[in-house]
Nanobody, 129 residues
Framework: LQLVESGGGLVQTGGSLRLSCAAS????????RGWFRQAPRKEREGVSC????????YYADSVKGRFTISRDNAKNTVYLQMNSLKPDDSGIYYC???????????????????????WGQGTQVNVSS
């Protein structure tokens, strides 16, 4: 299984970016998908995650109302639409995936990161002030 992120780049404060994470190898229909980020000298943070089947989502408080996660199972791809970007949003964004049985593990728990199994290589996001 391979996860490949794209869509990162340099944007001004208030701008938007759309990240994509395409999976190859096998279908991730029964996997939760998520986005994590890491900035220099900061711990990895779970930004947003989406469950496998019921559309349940988690957003970090810092991105609520600005970011939207979505998935297209036909394309084996998960997206992160990021609006109203701030310099604090800068960092390397990683996508991840984990098997998800609804009712056994919450999306919130998955978005802490330790339960994610597959990780992409990351895409850089820089927001200038």
């Amino acid at each position: 299984l391979q996860l490949v992120e794209s869509g990162g780049g340099l944007v001004q404060t208030g701008g938007s970016l759309r990240l994509s994470c395409a999976a190859s190898g096998f279908s991730l229909d029964y996997y939760a998908r998520g986005w994590f980020r890491q900035a220099p000298r900061k711990e990895r943070e779970g930004v947003s995650c989406i469950g496998s089947s019921d559309g349940s989502t988690y957003y970090a408080d810092s991105v609520k109302g600005r970011f939207t996660i979505s998935r297209d199972n036909a394309k084996n791809t998960v997206y992160l639409q990021m609006n109203s970007l701030k310099p604090d949003d800068s960092g390397i964004y990683y996508c991840a995936a984990a098997p998800h049985v609804q009712g056994l593990v919450t999306v919130t728990a998955l978005c802490q990161g330790d339960l994610m199994i597959y990780w992409g290589q990351g895409t850089q996001v820089n927001v200038s002030s």
